[in-house]
């Protein structure tokens, strides 16, 4: 007879203790175990707990390939979270055999591979997991009981926009840097001449142009799309241009706005010269276009789905063993669950967008289809997209000083560890799991649209490198950059409205107060919006350290790779002490990761009061509404706001907040 020494590691999740009868069996070269009951006197199975059992068999099992865990539950069937198992053989060899796996039935686990399957949301968008709810999905990719927890409480907070400087800011560290492009010739149906506008610094607009201070928003994507129907009232949605100008002191200053594609007289060109009112109502239009535009295309499709179609493709394809699967998993935690609930609470025929948003119901499909259509890898991947929008000598760009340094610290680490397994590029080719991750993710994600640039395969480990480090950016800090600030930026909803009730003006001198406050939406829409973006937004105290790797090198690389990243944290914190705005977003230890000492990566000394004017433009939305507010800062809006409520009492309508 001969011993193995296995030891068991249970995990920290909530309710990972099992008091079921546990059974193992070893799978080697040279043979399998008996099914062994792993027993002793006291529990042994409880959360976080490291036990120790005795395996025997008649004779060496050579080399271990695979363990297969059963439990039979004793009086009730309860579930169990291994995170781990060691087993040292005979001959003095320990083989490490990495679970994070719910066990909560009977049947026999062998660990070796994922299961996810495809479907169809909606023609022309990436293909998502088949789940009607998150029952039905896999038990690994379940909230942990903390994150749940935590859906429904979190700290608010409010950062001062009432500057005339951060209109341009937003483009460049808002939650959509991603639009906002060097303009060297003017747009056909934008038809700016330089005697229209008023530069800063003197100059004409040619001569600013060539020297790159020129830059452009297009909102064309939103051309054609329909605009949604409000409690019975047609709301509108823009598809605007926008110029502006780097000016002399090194702010980005908008200097015209066409609210519509098509040049017309009713489509006049807004210009800062014009009247207060003009001007303010075509920024107002072109910051609710940029709220469907970012919300639908830049956080939705661009980072969930896209991240969605990564982690199907990589349950459906890759065994736990394999080191892509390792590398990625911790990676793609939640987000199956959250676009299950996105599609369920947010974008379905009840959903809140659906319901409050202007891009709502149809509009939401058709600004996915066209985006996607439109998807290039190069805009996937910061380097390529920072050069090919021309924005690399851009001042005060920080998405893209922290994104460029982030994507270098994640693709050296990516190279490290992949090269470790992969030598040549031969083994790259050769191996089909492989090959067949990155061909559904073509096939599913980008539904075989070879002008989008994305592989079909991978032929060197180059290709292979590259792509993988574009996943993990896309899934952490590109996620991170384009959602964190959701609630930051929007809570002051003039700065994010999420439609607007009234078209624009067609002519110019016809705004006044009235007109805008009529333009904004209602109350009750507001509220709704801005639960959302507050719910979006919010960060989670919840880890998850998993090992998937037990290899010295992969090891000793997390290492390095954790050592960079807090280099890089000292240097943005370091930048942020010397901003007014402090731009948090890509901080690997701000916004980036759970800091239960600081969930949102925020100081609280900073940003915790609304604008200026705030109490007062919202007091007018209320009384036009007949609403009475009751709290004595309504800018401070609680959680509650999720279900907010309305009752009437003699005064007229009550809303709660």
Not at 129 to 152: C, G, N, R
Not at 378 to 388: F, G, T, V
Not at 449 to 474: C, H, L, N, R, Y
Not at 520 to 543: C, E, N, R, Y
Request: aromatic letters at 10%; hydrophobic letters at 35%.
């Amino acid at each position: 007879m001969v011993s193995y020494d296995v030891i068991i590691f249970t995990g920290n999740p909530a309710f990972a203790t099992a008091f079921n009868s546990i059974y193992i069996n070893l799978v080697g070269t040279a043979g399998e175990s008996k099914r062994t009951h792993l027993k002793r006197l006291t529990p042994s199975f409880y959360r976080g707990a490291v036990s120790h059992f005795i395996v025997s068999c008649p004779k060496f099992l050579g080399k271990l390939v695979m363990i297969k865990l059963d439990k039979q539950k004793r009086f009730l069937q309860d579930s169990w979270y291994p995170a781990k198992v060691e087993v040292k053989s005979p001959k003095n060899k320990t083989y490490h055999f990495p679970i994070y796996h719910w066990i909560t039935d009977s049947e026999v686990y062998c660990f070796r591979e994922g299961t996810g399957f495809w479907d169809v949301y909606a023609q022309g968008i990436p293909q998502c997991i088949k789940a009607d709810s998150i029952q039905s999905l896999p038990y690994d990719v379940h909230f942990s009981f903390t994150k749940t927890a935590e859906m429904k409480y979190t700290a608010t907070l409010f950062i001062n926009i009432g500057r005339k400087t951060l209109f341009g800011y937003q483009f460049l560290n808002g939650v959509n840097p991603m639009l906002i492009r060097c303009c060297k010739a003017l747009p056909k149906n934008f038809p700016v001449t330089g005697d229209m506008v008023s530069l800063h610094g003197g100059g004409s607009l040619a001569d600013e142009m060539m020297k790159g201070n020129i830059f452009l928003c297009d909102y064309k994507l939103l051309d054609g799309v329909q605009p949604n129907t409000i409690n019975r009232k047609k709301q509108y949605l823009m598809a605007p241009l926008i110029l502006l100008q780097k000016t002399p002191d090194n702010k980005l200053m908008p200097i015209a706005i066409q609210l519509k594609q098509k040049p017309a007289k009713d489509n006049p060109i807004f210009l800062p010269t014009d009247s207060e009112y003009d001007w303010l109502l075509a920024k107002i239009f072109v910051r609710s276009a940029d709220f469907n535009f970012y919300e639908v295309s830049v956080h939705l499709l661009r980072t969930h789905l896209l991240a969605e179609v990564f982690t199907v493709s990589l349950l459906h394809n890759l065994p736990m063993l394999h080191p892509l699967y390792k590398l990625l998993m911790p990676h793609t935690r939640y987000t199956l669950q959250i676009n299950v609930l996105a599609r369920q609470l947010l974008i379905s025929k009840t959903g809140v967008l659906t319901r409050f948003a202007a891009s709502g119901g149809k509009g939401v499909i058709t600004i996915l289809q066209k985006s996607l259509s439109s998807l290039t890898y190069s805009s996937l991947c910061i380097p390529d997209d920072i050069a090919e929008r021309g924005l690399k000598d851009v001042p005060n760009f920080y998405y893209r000083d922290d994104g460029l340094k982030l994507w270098e610290i994640i693709f050296r680490f990516v190279k490290e560890i992949l090269t470790s397994y992969y030598k040549t590029d031969a083994e790259v080719q050769k191996d089909s799991e492989l090959q067949k991750w990155i061909q559904d993710i073509y096939e599913h994600g980008f539904l075989s649209q070879a002008s989008t640039g994305i592989p079909q395969k991978f032929s060197t480990v180059d290709e292979m490198v590259k792509f993988v480090t574009m996943v993990i950016f896309t899934c952490s800090a590109q996620h991170s950059a384009v959602n964190s600030g959701q609630y930051d930026f929007g809570a002051w909803m003039p700065n994010s409205p999420v439609t607007l009730q009234l078209p624009p003006p067609t002519k110019k001198g016809k705004a006044s107060e009235k007109s805008m406050l009529d333009t904004f939406p209602d109350i009750q829409t507001t509220v709704h919006g801005m639960a959302v973006m507050w719910l979006l937004s919010k960060q989670s105290s919840d880890s998850y350290p998993e090992e998937h790797f037990t290899e010295e090198v992969p090891c000793q690389k997390i290492k390095d790779f954790q050592v960079q990243l807090k280099r890089l944290s000292a240097e943005i914190k370091a930048r942020n002490s010397g901003l007014d705005l402090p731009y948090t977003y890509l901080d690997p230890e701000g916004h980036m990761v759970e800091s239960p000492r600081n969930p949102v990566g925020v100081s609280p000394q900073r940003g915790t009061k609304g604008p200026q004017g705030c109490d007062i433009i919202f007091d007018v939305l209320c009384r036009r509404q007949g609403l009475r507010v009751e709290k004595e800062n309504p800018t401070r809006l609680p959680p509650e706001l999720c279900s907010t409520s309305f009752t009437r009492d003699s005064s007229g309508t009550t809303i709660t907040l």
